[in-house]
């Protein structure tokens, strides 16, 4: 069966990459996680103290910064993050990051090259919009603030992850107001996108009713 590319979009804490990886899993496709590499430029520039604002500094650490997926876990310039990039602290760096041109320029440029070929899922926030608007499946994923912020949270405390309902609640009203209304590639639904919302049902449910979309075009 020929394989065609799957964007997923769609607000912080909607369980995007956890639907992406099931599915990618049963279609035996590759998924890619592009909000774990906005995380890692989060993460770089919190632990070396870049002043991202200053391009000359941006421009350097982004030239140096090689990420790398394997077996589920997360690299960054060969040091295993996958859990370090998962923090609130991070989670808010990473929606400031991203709205910088430099930092998106990279890594969209970066996707799009990994997914030149087909067999892919990228889920994040302008997939549908900007790195692959020609893919043959695009979704837009939706879930009230509150049902997100009760799955991450539960997330969090399964990894073993120290958290707070109330903080991770106003964090993503945060992060969804910062995601939609920066100047470029705002989050928004694309316009032939399929909207699930998934505030009331199950992963199974979500793992179906994406799949559903998918075979009707493969
Ligand atoms: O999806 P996740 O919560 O891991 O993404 C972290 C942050 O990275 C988001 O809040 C968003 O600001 C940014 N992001 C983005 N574009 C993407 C994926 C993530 O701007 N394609």
Do not use: W
């Not at 002043?51 to 030239?63: I, M």
């Amino acid at each position: 069966m020929a394989k065609i590319n799957i964007a997923i979009d769609g607000p912080s804490g909607v369980g995007k990459s956890t639907i992406a990886d099931i599915v990618a899993d049963k279609l035996n496709y590759v998924h890619l996680d592009t909000g774990a590499m906005y995380r890692c430029v989060a993460y770089y520039v919190l632990k070396n103290e870049i002043d991202y604002s200053n391009e000359e500094l941006l421009e350097k650490a982004l030239s140096d910064l090689k990420i790398s997926f394997q077996n589920d876990h997360v690299y960054l310039n060969g040091e295993d993050v996958t859990k370090e990039i998962r923090t609130n602290d991070i989670s808010m760096m990473a929606s400031k990051t991203s709205a910088v041109p430099m930092v998106r320029q990279k890594l969209v440029d970066l996707q799009k090259e990994i997914a030149k070929s087909k067999g892919y899922i990228l889920d994040g926030r302008d997939i549908c919009t900007v790195v692959l608007p020609d893919a043959e499946v695009k979704i837009f994923m939706n879930a009230d603030a509150k049902a997100r912020a009760q799955r991450r949270y539960d997330e969090y405390i399964n990894k073993g992850i120290d958290a707070d309902y109330e903080t991770i609640y106003q964090d993503i009203i945060a992060r969804d107001y910062q995601d939609s209304h920066r100047k470029i590639s705002p989050l928004k639904k694309a316009d032939d996108a399929i909207e699930i919302d998934t505030s009331h049902l199950t992963i199974d449910e979500v793992v179906d009713a994406v799949l559903n979309i998918i075979n009707k075009e493969i």
